[in-house]
Structures are given as C-alpha cells and as structure tokens.
C-alpha cells in the first residue's frame, strides 16, 4: 500500500475484537490497534505504559488475525524494556500477523501522545530501540514497518521532532510520525521536511492536532492516517448515552429502523460463517437457524 503513489492508508483504530470487526464489516482495508484502547478494554487503564508487551502483542495478534487480508497496524509504546525488550516485541508481533507498529521516544512511564508533560529519552536511546527494531526484523526474514513515532514537539520543538526522525530513518524506521501535531501547518512542513520519508498522521477525538479529512491529509503528502481513539470516544458517547437513560427511566427504547439487535451483533462476529463452516464438515449443530 505505501508503495501506491496514489494510495493513503486511512486506518480507524480499533480496540478489541468486536470493534475490529465492526471495521472489517464496513470495509476498511487497514485498522489500527491503539495502546490506549487496549489498555482501556483490556485493564480498564489510562494509557500511562501499565500495560505490557504480552498483553498488547495477545491483542493485536487476535485483531491481526481476524482477517489476514487486512493488515494491522499496532502500538509498540515504547518498545517494552530494553534493546532485548524490544527485539522480543518485534518477533512477537510478526509471529502474530501484524503488519506494522509504532514505537516511541517517550520514558517508560509513558503517556498517550496528546497529554501534556511527556518525558522523552535521549536521541541515543531512542536510536537504539529502532536500531534493536530493525535488526530484529532482519534476524526474522520476515518484513513488517518500522514507524517511527515523536513526542518531542511539546517540549523540545519541531526542527528537534524533524531532527530525529530523520536520524532514526537513517537507523532503519521505515515511516515518520510526529505525534501531536499543532497545525496544518506544521502537517505540510512535516512531509516537505522529511522527504523521502513516508509519514503518518494520527487524528485524535479531543486532541491537539486539527481534524482532517483523509482526502486533506493525501494532498499535504501522508501515507497513511489513523484515527487512532475513534473507537473508544465512540463507544464511551453512544454507551455513556444508553446507560444515563437506563439509569434515568429505567428502560431503553430501541432503535425505530431495528439496528443494533441481537442479530447484528453476532452476524458482525461471524455467526453465519462460522454455521457455514460448520456445515460444510459435515456438522448439524446449526442446521435450524439462530433466529
């Protein structure tokens, strides 16, 4: 797809099975796995680096593997750990099917990249942990995108965020990211200034970067766009909303087109091909229907 001169890879980010294949059933042909949403659904955390590799490496192989026609990409956070932390990450998640992952030049006690007061680590040490990326994916044979990911604009500046990025391409990142981005501005000088690089923009519900479309972020020059907590700010609207009115009235009315039922929710999950499969091995199990 980053080869397609014509191509943006416009990934909405999922955070669970179940949001994976709500993605999958509209048509996207790339998701997102965001570290927030996974720490959200799978710990019910903030996204402060509590989670850990086999936790998020267990997500994302299960999203990946949902449909290995569609590639995922995935949050790495900050690798993990150490040069053998984040060799092991690597191995993890291309034996997990995962497409690409970003890692990060935040301190271990991370956070998501549109919160304030982020501790980065040195130039040199993020060096090495793209170093350690890229000569964990030459040990394997096998492929899978490094991208690069910044958090230095907020407290160090955008020619320091260029400054590495461009060192670590250098080290063996396949794809740019600075992440919180202030402007369209800054968006368009990201792209002109790191060429040839390829860059990703991430558009956060809430956040500091300004919305764009996906058309918007083609013609600034991105290869690829997330919106990496559309799942989650979703969920907690249309869910916060439902649970308020059961509370308030102590019932909840239905959708007047019918959507949303019992039946839509496992056909998403696969309910018909699952009885598909079933019965062409021969089995019986679901040969009266569901419904």
Sequence with gaps: MLQDPEKIVVCPGVLDGFT?????????????????????????APD?????????????????????RVPLI?????????????????????DGNVAAFHIEDQAFMKRCGHLRNKELVSLDQYLTRIRAASMARAESGRDIVIIARTDALQSLGFDEAIRRLKAVYEAGADVAFIDGLLSKEQAKEMVKRLAPMP????????????????????????????????????IYNATHRAMTELRDTGFLKQREDGTGGIED????????????????????????GFF
């Design 20 to 44: 994976a294949r709500i993605a999958l059933d509209v048509g996207f042909d790339a998701l997102y796995m965001t570290g927030a949403g996974t720490a959200a659904c799978r710990l019910g």
């Design 48 to 68: 402060f680096g509590i989670i850990n590799m086999t936790e998020m490496a267990a997500n994302a192989s299960m999203i990946a593997n949902l449909d290995d």
């Design 74 to 94: 995935a949050d790495a956070d900050t690798g993990f750990g150490s040069s053998l932390s984040v060799r092991r990450m690597v191995r993890t998640y291309i």
């Design 199 to 234: 860059c990703l923009l991430n558009i956060v519900h809430g956040g500091v970067t300004p919305p764009m479309t996906a058309q918007e972020a083609k013609e600034y020059g991105f290869k690829i766009v997330i919106w990496s907590i559309l799942s989650m700010a979703e």
């Design 265 to 288: 929710v496992f056909r998403v999950c696969g309910i018909n091909e699952s009885a598909e499969f079933d019965a062409e091995a021969g089995g019986e199990s679901f040969k009266g």
